[in-house]
């Protein structure tokens, strides 16, 4: 069984997504270890809670510096032992000794076709404004691998999602979630995990 820890700040979406996914067999050979938050109003948290899901709360303003929050983020993921670790909308920079003790064992869900509309500043509804403002046709998802840098980790999948004349950050936002994001992310675990032996 892959061991999975899913890292969420706000709705959660994406963190049900995989919930329902390992729930209705989509994704196999998966166990949703806990789920950490740095927000302790995320939604995502009670989402957690309602599926039976162990919900922990590791917030920056509980720590009087940026190095006891890591600390403290670091050895919650030590309790919960992950195999794999996925960032479901998760908007914390990540502690560097975390890329290093866990490479290659973690993965993020970014809510554009990578290389465009990514990097430093680029998250959530930003995303979309700018595809919006920049005039693109096909936007989309992206699973990726997460390295030292900002959403420049290998490639796992992608999906494209039309734009559509109207379309404002919101609604564009859950086009693309419901047409790639909740569709890929829980596709790429489930591969992960048939890969994966123990
Ligand atoms: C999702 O659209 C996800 O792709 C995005 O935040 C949203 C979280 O929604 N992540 C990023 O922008 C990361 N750079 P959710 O909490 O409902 O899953």
Not at 59 to 75: I, Y
Not at 173 to 188: C, G, K, N, S, Y
Request: hydrophobic share 40%; proline share 4%.
């Amino acid at each position: 069984m892959l061991n999975i820890v899913v890292c969420v700040s706000g709705g959660g979406t994406n963190l049900q997504a995989i919930i329902d996914g390992v729930q209705n067999g989509t994704i196999q050979n998966t166990n949703i270890a806990g789920v950490i938050s740095n927000n302790a109003g995320a939604y995502a948290l009670e989402r957690a809670r309602n599926a039976g899901i162990q919900a922990y709360c590791v917030s920056p303003k509980d720590f009087a510096s940026r190095q006891d929050f890591n600390d403290a983020f670091l050895k919650k993921l030590e309790e919960l032992n992950p195999d794999l670790i996925v960032l479901a909308g998760f908007l914390v920079i990540l502690p560097e000794r975390m890329i290093q003790v866990y490479r290659d064992r973690i993965i993020n869900i970014h809510p554009s076709l990578i290389p465009s509309f990514c990097g430093t500043g680029y998250y959530g509804l930003k995303v979309h404004e700018a595809a919006l403002e920049r005039g693109v046709k096909l936007t989309g998802a992206t699973v990726h691998y997460v390295d030292e840098g900002t959403d420049t980790g290998r490639i796992i999948a992608q999906k494209a999602v039309e734009v559509k004349e109207g379309d404002t950050p919101e609604i564009l936002q859950r086009r693309v979630m419901e047409q790639a994001e909740w569709i890929i992310l829980p596709e790429a675990i489930n591969e992960i995990a048939a890969a994966y032996q123990k």
